[in-house]
């Protein structure tokens, strides 16, 4: 799997749009970008994924560049709950012995009042 | 639907003892996984199972044996607990294949090996 390259930390004003950058330069023509958070001491929540195309749930939006390279997800409107660890992680979909998924340290995104 | 049941959520052991953490999940999901995580740090895979008797190794297996006699249950066994193995655990589930690979995570078992 791709590695994926994050910010360590971010912070955003309660309210405000918060945008979390993800490099991903190595990434191949069948790998997704995946999003999960981990709210403090809590077990990983899936938040979105997507190959090339934009992708918006009720959680988040998923921005790729056209040369998928990179990634944003954006939390169109943060707010305190949305305290957490971030992870980006590319991997291909699928099922079998391929599905690993590989945690990096992700970015504490702080949400302030 | 309960998704994914950890048990339990907190345990002491001392050096030397054994101990299974539970897991069990109500989603008949064919993928469960265990997973390492240690402060600051992400998580790191432990063993893996893609359905009924059958587990595989993940990038931190050793100290760690795993069965899967059932769908629903993937237990992690530690046959002798060291210092080494204090941690969070968490246990997590998916389906396998297209079109849905989310994956459905615990809350997680605090050990503390003394």
């Known amino acids: 799997d791709a590695k994926t390259t994050q910010p360590p930390s971010m912070d955003c004003a309660e309210g405000r749009a918060a945008n979390l950058p993800c490099n991903h330069s190595?990434?191949?023509?069948?790998?997704?970008v995946y999003w999960y958070r981990q709210i403090h001491s809590q077990g990983p929540q899936y938040i979105i994924h997507?190959?090339?195309n934009n992708e918006t749930n009720e959680m988040a939006s998923l921005i790729i560049t056209e040369d998928r390279k990179s990634s944003t997800l954006i939390l169109p409107h943060a707010t305190l709950r949305d305290t957490a660890v971030y992870y980006c992680?590319?991997?291909?979909?699928?099922?079998?012995?391929?599905?690993?998924?590989?945690f990096g340290k992700g970015t504490l995104l702080t949400v302030n009042p | 639907n309960a998704g994914v049941t950890q048990t339990p959520k907190f345990q002491v052991l001392k050096t030397g003892q054994s101990m299974t953490l539970q897991c069990a999940q109500d989603?008949?999901?064919?993928?469960m996984s265990w997973y390492r995580q240690d402060p600051g740090m992400g998580l790191r895979l432990i063993h893996y199972?893609?359905?009924?008797?059958?587990?595989d190794q993940g990038e931190v297996p050793n100290g760690y044996n795993v069965s899967r006699s059932t769908t629903e249950d993937f237990p992690l066994r530690l046959l002798s607990a060291a210092p080494s193995q204090t941690s969070v655990y968490f246990c997590?589930?998916?389906?396998?294949?297209?079109?849905?690979?989310?994956?459905?995570f615990g809350q997680g078992t605090r050990l503390t090996v003394v």
């Open positions: 992680i590319v991997r291909v979909r699928g099922g079998g012995s391929n599905y690993k998924l590989t």
């Open positions: 190595t990434i191949s023509g069948n790998e997704y």
């Open positions: 989603m008949n999901h064919e993928y």
């Open positions: 199972s893609v359905g009924a008797g059958i587990t």
């Open positions: 997507g190959l090339k």
């Open positions: 997590a589930s998916s389906i396998l294949g297209t079109p849905n690979t989310e994956a459905f």
